[in-house]
């Protein structure tokens, strides 16, 4: 189908490329996993900054440091390939401004959150209608947002928060094939990247909130040299995993959090991990290990947060002297 | 050089109407212009004090795309200037043009439209006049090539403007200001002053300002002016339409 | 800023004014009092023929072949360029438009651009380039995102398309995957086409094309402050001459077309030229001064507009690219793009629309400025 407000490309539709590596993957790996250099509660560092953006009520830029693998193939580029990639994503918020008319009545500030991906930001090229995904993590972001605006101030009022993702996290690494334990891994890295954005960005909108709220994303991982003995794997918990560098996933958990409350306002909790902790002792990695993990990596994104908002409050205070 | 051959209200529910065949691509293009009409559903959208004014392009056969908005803008923009919007009745109200092209080459994608631009252009004036929206100036507009050897090329059919080095659309209000330019191609300065000299011939003639003021309108290479033509055009249509009156007294 | 106050009974600060009565604010900076002995700049700080500070940065983005961020002031373009494959075997009408070509090569063999002719056919004829440009990213209040692309959008992703095609900026011959066809001898057993498969061969030594290079290119407006085209250009430019593509194959074995992911082995792209676009605005004195009279300068006004200018009352300002809020107070555009070459500026796409103040003198003017920037934006975009 052609879509008649865009320009489109061959009517036969394109095919990626095919490297003639990934074709011969059955005879021995040419290139390796990338590797986790980090602690398994060290996170990848965050760049965050606000105010990008004039022409919004309030912006905020995300980028997450690139994992090792991405900076060594970066520097000196052999493979076409990228081991793997790093969240980029910019976040806008406009308003509060007047509902528009065909709008029913309401009490509160009425937020709507649109969450979409480049055409360039996954390894897959994107449509450029929001697909069920891009929805969901939608949704998910404005229930994370919801419990943290302080809506009745602005009655008869809509906020509109826009991310635009220009580059996505992985779900796995490119060499595996997509089978067992698939799960899209990478939307949940990058759920929290967009609701620590999305709070710096209504923080710099001058929104009032409860608390600023941080996303932080933990995992169980089967560590893959063990798995692949065939015998019981010794899951590991991870904070701020980056899905390309294990082979297997377990379970994954992303929370929406607000330290000084001490507070989750989302949790979105996927994969099945009973198999994996019965090997060890009882609930030492059950669903409340998890969930405490994510909040810590949630509590590590904090404080980066903190550090923007206060700039952009500085610079704040700064235009508003500077006017007088 | 094929003038131009352009007929007046041809539609009967439109406020105002035109139809209007190019020689040189081969289409005809039907106008209709509807002003000033209510534009339900978009209050906050509406100037408080200017007209809306909206344009459509419907090419022949494929469906409109990307090319038509981008044509419909220029046309919107040239037009915005033209129409006289804050007279009264006109502001927070629309004035929108609709043309359809019927018959010729249709246009391929990426392509401009740079050769049925003029042919738009006079369409969607004629329908205004049709309709008397009240305007500041008329217009008129022509289209050249220039091809490798630096040869000026009049009104190219649509091989002609492949082939050239570069295609250029002029459109000179009826006081001789440059209203719009629109110039693709490779091409130096000065080229393009030959083509704005030429194309201005083309539009008003070679002027011959009289000591009174009188423009004679003089003919030379190009024929008659394109002005000229569509000044008859519509005093054609006066005369038809006044013929009771006329012949009466 | 201060000499442009309003009447001191009432007092507001300058933020308010410019958005209480937007025109005057912008007239009181580019003409100030002569007594205040204060040079005429816009309400942004910038001389007339002044251009934002732009900014540019390549290969930041992983999933692409080319990729660039351009900043030009508070302006945001990202562009990302995906190429994929389009095999000759998916193209409905291949054999046939090839045969075609191939004798229409023949009979313009005298021409010595006729590759040149046939490079731009197949870039058009089978949509080898596709830009398509978003707004909907947030990047200014106004644009709903998630709605269908705006008037704006589509007709400057049509703009930028038309300018890929008429610079002829990508060369076919980079987009196409040869493969060389190994003579087996008996082709006596082949039917009617036989003859002109035969003329072919010949021509091009056996070589036959197997795939076509798509690049997709995709801008991101992330930030809107007036003047998307020429943040969008640059970007598009930018990342283009980023652009890898990987050396690309037919292995006769899989009957498809693969690629080498080595670096060393990718091949950029060569571009034709470096078109780079320059868009001024014109500000007009008297626009809000009669509130519904419209008045169209004839030859006198015309005239008498002139000898303003020279007394030094200036009515007409030509904006050298334009902010959101300079956009929003004038009609008139010009958008330039021009190329240079040996020195000689050429000019390869000149559009003016929406007023008269802009004429063949002030047309030669713009020329000169935007050739002036070119110097400065090749610098930046070969230092990126």
Redesign the interface.
Known sequence: MTD??????????????????S?KSASGDATERPRRHRQPNELRKIFLKTG?????SG?AYLEYEPSAS?AAARSS??????PS??L?L???V?GP?PL??SATFSPNLVLTT?V?Y??????Q?KG?I?DASERDLGVHLETALRGVIVAERWPKSGL?????I??AEDDRWWGDAPDSHDAPWGMMNVLAGCITAASAAIADARIDCLDLVAGGVAAIVSDDAVAEEGSSSTPKLMLDTDPAEHKSILSACVVAYMPARDEITEIWLKGDHSKASLGVDDSSLGHEALIDGAINAARGAHTVLVEAVLESAERYAGLSSS?? | MVAPSATLSVLNRADGSASYQCPSTGSNILGSVNAPVELPGRRDALKPEDATIEVFVKPGTAPAGVGERYVEGILKTLLGRVILGREKGYPRRGVVITLAIIGGESVGRGDPYLILLPALLHTALLALLSASVPLSMTFSATVLAVDESGQILREPSAEDAATAQSVHVLAFSSKGHLLLNESQGSFDFDTWDKVRQRASAICHGTQLVSADGDVAMAEDVDGRPLEGTLRETVEDQVYRDYNWKINAA | MASSAPPPALTLPPSQFARLQPHAYLLAHLSPPASSNQPSLRANGRQPAQFRPTSANTGSLTHTNGSAVVRVGDTTAVCGVRAELLPTSDIASWSVSHASSGAHKRATTTKNDADADADESHIQDLNLLVPNLSLSTGCAPGFVPGAPPSALAQSLSHQILGLLHSTRLVRAEDLRVWYQVPSFGGDGDMDVDAEEDEGRKKKNDGKEIKAFWVLYIDIMIISLAGNAFDAAWAAVLAALRDTRLPRAWWDADNEMVVCSEAVAEATRLSLRGLPIASSFCVFEADAAAGWRAVIVPDAEEEKKIEEDQRRGMQRRWILADPDGYEEGLSQERVCLVVDREMGKTVIVKMEKNGGWAVDGRELKQLVDTAAERWESLKLILEQC
């Open positions: 008649r407000r865009r320009i489109n490309g061959p009517p036969s539709g394109t095919r990626p490329a095919v490297f003639a590596s074709l990008l953006i004039p022409s919004a912006s991405l580029p052999q493979s076409l390939i990228p990639s790093a980029k910019a976040c806008t406009h401004k528009p008319r649109h979409k480049a055409p360039f930001a996954a390894r090229r450029h929001r509109e928060i826009t991310i635009t220009l580059e006017d007088s």
